[in-house]
């Protein structure tokens, strides 16, 4: 089945810098791959996501790219500001019956003022 | 807010017991998704259900057990409760049975087992 590896599992940037996180999955035939963002205490929130047939997709501060031959993605974060921080998660949703999310392990986010 | 409600918030309970979370999904939507938070497994999808019937199976427990109502709503059952169980549930919802889509979590569930 799918598998998703996620670096790195901590991340400290100073305020205004940029972050990156990266994944890598296993299944080729998987078609649609989210960002989520974790807050302490709540549920995992979508921040972006892109699907196979897109290879970058960009919403304000924040960019995802994948590359499917090398099956890896990657999220962006310019600027970052202290309300960033927070804990960050891949997944990938294999193309099979239903429509389960495969995540990533999560990486933590510091963003010092 | 998501749109997506689940009771309780806390949950303490002793080994050996069994307890119902459930979950209210967005209002229209008909797939609804359990996944277990631990810290050492990390986010797990354990079932989906969409209108009623399960559409897709993960790494759930055979002492676990979910449906879905005609209302739509659900609830995870945990039974033979043990230690390792204890971790963070949560609920997501989205209109969709397949093809990938954006999953709406509620707050989760936290199972504590003493």
């Known amino acids: 089945g799918e598998n998703v590896e996620q670096h790195p599992s901590t991340l400290s940037v100073q305020e205004g810098d940029s972050a990156v996180i990266k994944c890598t999955y296993s299944?080729?035939?998987?078609?649609?791959f989210p960002w989520y963002k974790q807050e302490l205490g709540k549920g995992p929130q979508l921040i972006i996501d892109?699907?196979?047939?897109?290879g970058e997709k960009k919403d304000q501060r924040i960019a995802v790219t994948l590359n499917k031959t090398a099956k890896h993605f990657s999220l962006h974060i310019t600027e970052t500001q202290p309300e960033d921080s927070a804990v960050y998660f891949c997944?990938?949703?294999?193309?099979?019956?239903?429509?389960?999310?495969?995540f990533g392990a999560g990486t933590i986010l510091r963003v010092k003022s | 807010d998501s749109g997506v409600t689940q009771t309780p918030k806390h949950l303490i309970t002793a080994t050996g017991q069994r307890v119902t979370l459930r979950c209210s999904p967005r209002?229209?939507?008909?797939?609804v998704y359990w996944y277990q938070q631990s810290l050492d497994q990390g986010l797990q999808f354990l079932i989906q259900?969409?209108?009623?019937?399960?559409?897709a199976k993960g790494n759930i427990l055979e002492r676990f057990s979910a449906q879905q109502f005609p209302d739509l709503h659900s609830e995870l059952n945990l039974s033979s409760l043990e230690l390792g169980d204890s971790a963070l549930y949560f609920c997501?919802?989205?209109?969709?049975?397949?093809?990938?889509?954006?999953?709406?979590f509620g707050p989760g569930t936290r199972l504590t087992v003493l």
């Open positions: 997944a990938a949703s294999p193309m099979e019956y239903g429509n389960k999310l495969v």
């Open positions: 299944d080729s035939a998987s078609n649609y």
């Open positions: 892109i699907r196979s047939n897109v």
């Open positions: 209002s229209g939507d008909l797939s």
């Open positions: 259900y969409y209108n009623g019937e399960e559409r």
């Open positions: 997501a919802s989205n209109p969709l049975g397949t093809s990938g889509g954006e999953q709406f």
